[in-house]
């Protein structure tokens, strides 16, 4: 049986016939040249573009009051605020995923909440490799840098791939 839906887009991950099913991607098993799961690394990019912005933000209003009426600790709690939203962002940019690779070069990402959730699924896959007659069903969640109104998988590489255009 299928993991119930989670928050978020969920896919079917399947293994049927010798064929890694992504959503509506088909893969054959003897493709895929590397499975592994870990956490993803801070977004620190992400973080020092939002820190940029958010200081630049808190400049600006702390200016304002110090116009209009002297100050006091406004800058001091819009550098903590900004923080404090950065300090989120590295949080949550570390997201525990699955990663499929093929001969090709191309990767399919996947996220659970749970590593092992996901070294579960990873186990599957790798078994069904060696077990032609394994079949096994999973749904996650989307794991999607570029597009979060689009596709639930991230390919990245291969030779001729253009993504997926909605």
């Not at 001091?76 to 605020?81: N, Q, R, S």
């Not at 989120?88 to 070069?105: C, D, I, Q, T, Y």
């Amino acid at each position: 049986m299928p993991l119930p839906p989670r928050k978020g887009k969920p896919l079917e991950l399947r293994v049927q016939r010798q064929i890694l099913w992504v959503g509506s991607a088909a893969v054959p098993l003897r493709n895929v040249s590397w499975v592994e799961v870990f956490r993803l690394k801070p977004a620190w990019g992400k973080a020092g573009v939002y820190f940029l912005l958010l200081v630049i933000l808190a400049f600006l209003i702390s200016a304002r009051l110090d116009s209009t009426d002297g100050g006091g600790s406004a800058p001091g709690v819009l550098i903590l605020f900004t923080l404090a939203i950065v300090c989120a962002v590295l949080f949550w940019s570390r997201k525990p995923v699955l990663v499929v690779e093929l001969n090709s070069g191309s990767r399919v990402v996947l996220t659970l909440p749970t590593m092992d959730e996901l070294r579960a699924i990873a186990g599957q896959i790798v078994y069904a490799i060696d077990h032609p007659e394994y079949e096994f069903s999973a749904v996650l969640e989307q794991y999607n840098t570029t597009n979060n109104f689009g596709s639930v998988v991230n390919m990245n590489g291969g030779r001729g791939n253009t993504g997926i255009k909605l």
